[in-house]
């Protein structure tokens, strides 16, 4: 079964961090472009991060400098180092499947929940 | 940054009709569109992709058309499972960038 599963998710102080990770199982994680969504309790989706299959990475604004994306093929892996955390960024967070040169991401994981609060 | 506006925010209709709805980009973005149903409390379903594609396991009754600015999702009877929020989103071409409409709610009477 294609599957992606998230983890890591908690409550964190602002200005803490926080790592998430996703295992993806059931597919060739190696082939995928890798992506990261969040969305806060009661509003849309919202683009986090992106990693292509060769290993470019890619960010909107609101995290760049702030949020970090890898993968680790060899363990099936997606990862989101977050630091400098902000009460803005309490969402859950989804890892998501593209295929590279298709806009869709066709596979999601079911979140983690990420909460910055004092 | 490319904005996307979803018309209308609500939708109210009865098994069997028609529904359509719109997705409108702030410039071009070609045929880097999908669309997304989401229910609550689940993640994002994939029903759309590159504007007119239907993903793996769609029904035939979801149908996607449109290029450059202007989009819509068809779903040609509904069905009371078709009850959900629908998200357009779309790719920017270089760096590639990516956002969300801000989402259409369907309702089944």
Redesign the interface.
Known sequence: EVQLVESGGGLVQPGGSLRLSCAASGFTFSWYDM?W?RQATGK????VS?IASAGDS?Y??SVKGRFIISRENAKDSLYLQMNSLRAGDTAVY?CARARTG?????I????TMVTVSS | ?IVLTQSPATLSLSPGERATLSCRASQSVS????W?Q?KPGQ????L???ASNR??GIPARFSGSGSGTDFTLTISSLEPEDSAIY?C???SNW?????????TKLEIK
Not at chain 1, 44 to 47: F, K, P, Q, V, Y
Not at chain 1, 108 to 111: F, Q, V
Not at chain 2, 95 to 103: A, D, L, R
């Open positions: 992506h969504v849309g989706l919202e683009w992106a890619y909107p604004g989804y298709r806009i869709g991401f066709d999601w994981g079911h979140g | 940054e045929s880097y569109l999908a997304y989401q993640a994002p379903r994939l759309i992709y590159d993903a793996t998200y989103q779309q790719r760096p590639p960038k990516y956002t969300f409409g801000q989402g």
